[in-house]
Every structure is written in structure tokens, then in C-alpha cells.
């Protein structure tokens, strides 16, 4: 309940933001109905008589706040009216928008924490939970039909993983993953916590099922945030389940079968098993009605040949 939360968390924000990504490939009525709909019965539309802007205007306007300690008060009040100058404008400027304000709770603790953020996320949160959950449903039956027409060489190259194909292509690969893990330990010496989340989180999900991924490396750093924010190990593990799982869900409904294996198979691959892992179930189903598929088609053995 919005009285009942005192702020935002992080991967909560990232959630809506995936699913409003997802919902705008939905169509024009789902738009409607699990966002627009539910924005204006919570009371967030303005007269348009009194809207002398546009949404795109209003966010270069934060932004540049934003760079103002001056005007930290009032950025939540800038974004609760952006999202009601996108209401009267646009679905697109409304997904943008609302997006927009997402992004920036995530980053800003005190813009979290604002009676504007949670009222925002009170009004959304139900209604695009309830469209997740309808999505996930019906994309098995997706997912399913998808993979039964792949051919062996389609599924061989769904299953292929990084291939490190001549020493050129190696040493470009092992200096790109250095430096970005040298990005995350500034990141870390700079107590840039959120900075360095997403340089990790980055560094994780691209680079997890590569030769040079350090993990013990990626343990330590780990262990130490954890002692400086509180829950800093489940907040990147939840945020890397949410960019896959989405990821996997974005696949299934632009038809793209081999973007939604790639995806199960990094979540197995990262999450090892873990039951307690966000979005485990979902992404189990999906596993298991893909290798189901797999064996009924005998091409296991081809696979692990590939």
C-alpha cells in the first residue's frame, strides 16, 4: 500500500520500466488499459488549458535541475507534472515519461522516497503487475510455437555461445571486459554505489559466460558493497533476473525465438538452479518446454556437439 512504503526500492522501479517497455508492444488498447486508464482514474491528469509545454521540454528541464542541488526539493513535483503534461499529449510521450521518472527513482534515494514517487508507483504498480502476469501466461503458449518450427541449425545457433574465433578477436574481447571491470572498481573507490551497479550488473550479464569473467573478483567486490549498502547483492541479482527475464519476454513477443533461448540459457547459466531467484518459475517453465521440445525432436546430441 502507498502509505505502508516509505521509499521506492530499486528493483522494483526497474521492473515497471521493463514492463511498460513490454506493454507498448502490445498495442494501442493495452497501453490504454494498464497505463493511460489507470494514470487518469488516479487523478494525475491536468487540464489541458493549462499546459503551456511539452513533455520532451519538461524532461531537458529536470535534467538540467537535476545538476542544482538548488532545485532537489522540487524534482518530484517536476515529474508528477510531467507525467500529466504526457497524459494530455501522447501514449508515446506518456511511456517516455513515465519511464523517465522510473529511471530517476531508481538513481535518486530522496526523489524515492517522495510522497510523488510513491503515489506514481501505487497508481501503476497493480495494474502493470496484472498485465505481466497475463503476458507470462500466454507467452508459453508463444514460446512453445515458436521453437516447435526451428530447424537444427536455428536451435544450434540459439544455443551457440560466445566463440573467441582468432587471437585478434580474443585480445579485443579480454581488454574490452578489462576495462570495463576497471570502470566498476573506480565506480567502488569512488562510493559511486550507483554507478557501480550498473557498470557490475553490465559487466555480469555481458560478459558471465565468457573465459575471462572474474568471478572470485566479482565475489569480493560483492561481499564489500554489501557491508556498505544494505542488501547491495540481492538488489544487483534482482536487477540482473529482471533485465533477462525481460529480455526472454521481449524475444517471445516480437517472435524472436533465438533472443528468448539466449535468454533462459544466460538466466540458467547466472542463477544456477536458484529457486529463490526472481522469476525463477517463469523462466523454468520456459526451460522446460523447450528442452522438452529438444528431445522430442532428437537433436540433444546434436546440440552438444554445436
Known amino acids: 500500500m502507498m502509505n505502508q512504503r516509505t521509499t521506492i526500492p530499486a528493483d522494483l522501479a526497474l521492473e515497471l520500466i521493463k514492463t511498460i517497455r513490454v506493454l507498448a508492444l502490445a498495442g494501442k488498447k493495452n497501453f490504454n488499459k494498464y497505463l493511460y486508464e489507470s494514470l487518469v482514474y488516479g487523478g494525475w491528469e491536468r487540464d489541458k488549458a493549462h499546459l503551456a509545454t511539452t513533455a ?50 531508481r538513481e535518486i534515494p530522496l526523489l524515492a522516497k517522495s510522497e510523488e514517487a510513491r503515489e506514481f508507483v501505487f497508481i501503476i504498480e497493480r495494474p502493470l ?87 572470485a573478483e566479482v565475489e569480493t567486490l560483492l561481499n564489500a558493497l554489501d557491508k556498505r549498502e544494505e542488501g547491495f547483492r540481492k538488489n544487483i541479482w534482482d536487477s540482473l ?41 517463469e523462466i523454468d517453465g520456459l526451460e522446460r518446454k523447450l528442452y522438452k521440445i529438444i528431445q522430442d525432436k532428437d537433436m540433444m546430441k546434436n546440440l552438444r556437439k554445436a
Open 56 to 105: 520532451s521540454r519538461l524532461m531537458d528541464k529536470i535534467q538540467e535541475d537535476l545538476k542544482d542541488p538548488a532545485y532537489e526539493k522540487t524534482i518530484p513535483h517536476q515529474c508528477k507534472r510531467l507525467i500529466s503534461q504526457a497524459i494530455a499529449e501522447s501514449l508515446s510521450a506518456l511511456g517516455d515519461s513515465c519511464i523517465f521518472f522510473l529511471e530517476h527513482i
Open 129 to 215: 503487475k496484472t498485465f505481466a502476469k497475463e503476458t507470462a501466461e500466454t507467452n508459453e503458449k508463444r514460446f512453445e510455437d515458436s521453437i516447435q518450427t526451428l530447424s537444427l541449425d536455428e536451435m544450434k545457433e540459439a544455443f551457440d555461445t560466445v566463440r573467441l574465433d582468432g587471437t585478434r578477436k580474443k585480445v579485443y574481447l579480454e581488454k574490452t571486459i578489462h576495462n570495463l571491470y576497471q570502470q566498476v572498481l573506480l565506480a567502488t573507490k569512488s562510493n559511486n554505489l550507483s554507478r557501480c551497479k550498473k557498470l557490475l550488473s553490465q559487466y555480469i550479464l555481458t560478459y558471465h559466460e565468457t573465459e575471462t569473467y572474474n568471478k
Open 241 to 281: 533476473a529482471i533485465e533477462i527475464y525481460y529480455s526472454v519476454t521481449r524475444g517471445i513477443l516480437e517472435g524472436n525465438a533465438k533472443k528468448a533461448i539466449q535468454g533462459i540459457r544466460k538466466y540458467a547459466y547466472i542463477f544456477e538452479g536458484d529457486p529463490d531467484s526472481k522469476f525463477y518459475f
